[in-house]
């Protein structure tokens, strides 16, 4: 996947600024595709130069002028084309992987701690997409069709952070990060 595919994506339901978009792509598309305002920016001008999609200069007063971006048809087609194309599974580049992988050349400590910093990471990601499910969602009941394709994506999320978390958790534990009663240590 380019990142013009996820900026189309992003666009595909609301047009919007180039600093909303830098925005949504901290939220919402952003949860699986990262890119810096700097590339989205770039990216966008690229778009625009092959049709996929169109500015609106909007004047504010007392503000600089903003630019209202909008996917044209022939972006929606560029669109519907790459999502009808089968795509590979996405090969996972994790480093706190490669790390446990050798993480017998340090004290076990180490690693312990670096499993339950990744925990508090997942779970406050997983929060989120919660807050989310809970404000947005109503549970998966009487939903759009279009919010159901969010919606599938939001729980892929979801059980995902899940899963991290029950994996550190058991890789802490098969470390001995629990004492016998199964408490967690806290490593300082």
Known sequence: MAISHAILAALADTACS??????????SVGFFWHATQQQVYRELSKLEEQGY??????H???RPAKKILTITETGKDYLRQWIA?????????DELLVKIFTGYLVPKEIIIKELENHHLQHQETLNTYLEIEKKYFNGGKQLSQEQKYQYI???NGIRFEKEWIAWCDEAIELLGGTDKSGAKLLIP
Do not use: M, N, W
């Not at 180039?18 to 939220?27: E, H, N, T």
């Not at 194309?85 to 580049?93: D, G, M, N, R």
């Open 53 to 58: 999609i169109t500015g609106e200069v909007i």
């Open 18 to 27: 180039g600093y909303d978009l830098s925005k949504k792509f901290a939220g």
């Open 60 to 62: 504010q007063e007392g």
């Open 153 to 155: 994506t939001l729980r």
């Open 85 to 93: 194309k089968p795509c590979e599974v996405t090969h996972s580049k």
